[in-house]
């Protein structure tokens, strides 16, 4: 569920470019419709710990998958039955739908690793889901481009088409329509098709509790937000996971409009995504597993790790904007071992959470974490609203506004406390 939300999600970023070209469609609609998404995530989580305290997972992962069905239901038809004159209309609305679902596989997270898994287990299963929601986020990246070329990319793709069409304009047309029909068709889909998953085996509960903390009762919503005021280590992590991942994620969103300012194509960039988040899957469960077995050395790890990812954003903005000689190899080594890091540590960084808020319920303080991580996501999506702000020329603005996030990440991560 969590990978085909990611999926979804991060749709129309990958093919800025294209739909700019042949449907109208400005930088601001792509950050607007990303934006929805992220604006929606928030009632969700905050609808999440209170109806997970009168219900069960399953219930709620059940919920959640049909919503999602649904809006895979309005993707179909917005390209088979319904003109697509009113595709912006229908992305919006799957958009909507879609964010306000993306808060369960990721508040969910901490509440299914803690009660299905033993404590050495559990980071190493964090890890495995933080790696199925990014591998879902890096499909776009390659599928996008590649149904959906630039115009400048399309020349040797012409031979697909109607053979009665043409003008050059009505056969550029038809091809980007055929093509967005299969796009659009490939996730309305699998959205469907993870209800029909969920459906057919999703427990409400493990069989077995695998440790006592899993059966303790945990605190009211009420009382749990009241001790969370009072834990300044909670709230240390929590920012820093923000200013990670949430930066990460609203930069990834709008990557490729980003990157076009840097003269790097849809396709490079595409390339670029879904090889970074491809080599983080290996990398969540790799550090997760290492975090397991090294438990009093968590803290470390974790501003190792931001260090490194830190510092391999920096040379790879270094490349972009031509500070040095732009080396493509390095590029490529950069970004990728940079979003290695990033992703890297977002296992830690829960666990950490879920350490340091006991006996607050895992719902309420992975909701606050992932509550965080949408609004610094917005401010990618916001800022490019803004055409005043930030013009065409300016948007490697956002190259420093990532940097800036991760080193504050930093500084507040040496300032956590290692709960024993």
Request: hydrophobic share 50%; proline share 4%; glycine share 6%.
């Amino acid at each position: 569920m969590g990978m085909v939300q990611g999926f979804v999600g991060n749709a129309w970023g990958p093919i800025a470019s294209a739909m700019k070209s042949q449907y109208g469609w400005s930088d601001q609609t792509t950050s607007l419709l990303a934006m929805w998404m992220s604006a929606m995530f928030i009632p969700g989580a905050l609808l999440f710990p209170w109806i997970m305290s009168w219900t069960n997972m399953r219930f709620v992962i059940l919920a959640n998958t049909a919503l999602m069905a649904l809006a895979g239901v309005i993707k179909i038809l917005s390209v088979t039955v319904i003109s697509l004159d009113y595709l912006l209309y229908s992305a919006t609305i799957t958009q909507i739908i879609n964010g306000f679902c993306g808060a369960v596989p990721f508040s969910g997270v901490m509440y299914v690793t803690v009660n299905w898994f033993p404590t050495r287990e559990r980071i190493v299963a964090t890890g495995v889901v933080m790696a199925t929601l990014n591998s879902g986020i890096a499909i776009p990246f390659l599928l996008g481009p590649v149904l959906i070329p630039e115009p400048s990319e399309n020349s040797t793709l012409q031979t697909h088409l109607h053979p009665f069409i043409t003008d050059d304009k009505d056969h550029d047309r038809h091809f980007y329509d055929q093509r967005l029909l299969w796009y659009l068709v490939i996730q309305g889909v699998s959205m469907i098709l993870s209800l029909v998953f969920v459906a057919i085996y999703f427990p409400s509960r493990p069989q077995f509790a695998p440790t006592a903390s899993a059966v303790t009762a945990r605190l009211s919503i009420t009382e749990g937000l009241c001790v969370l005021l009072r834990r300044g280590n909670f709230w240390l992590i929590a920012f820093a996971y923000a200013l990670t991942s949430g930066t990460f994620n609203g930069y990834g969103l709008t990557f490729d409009v980003i990157m076009e300012r840097s003269n790097i194509t849809q396709k490079q960039a595409g390339l670029l995504g879904f090889v970074g988040l491809l080599a983080s899957v290996p990398t969540n469960i790799l550090i997760g597993s290492m975090a397991a077995f090294f438990s009093r050395w968590q803290k470390f790890l974790n501003v190792a790790i931001l260090t490194v990812g830190t510092l391999s954003f920096l040379g790879f903005v270094a490349e972009i904007e031509n500070w040095i000689p732009r080396d493509m190899a390095v590029v490529w080594v950069l970004y990728v071992f940079g979003t290695m890091c990033i992703t890297g540590v977002v296992p830690l960084l829960f666990d950490m959470s879920t350490e340091s808020s006991h006996p607050v319920s895992e719902e309420l303080s992975s909701t606050i974490m992932v509550l965080g991580n949408q609004m610094m996501c917005n401010v990618f999506t916001v800022i490019l609203q803004i055409p005043h702000l930030i013009s065409n020329e300016d948007k490697d603005r956002l190259n420093y506004v990532l940097l800036a996030s991760y080193v504050i990440a930093i500084l507040l991560s040496v300032s956590t406390e290692l709960q024993t």
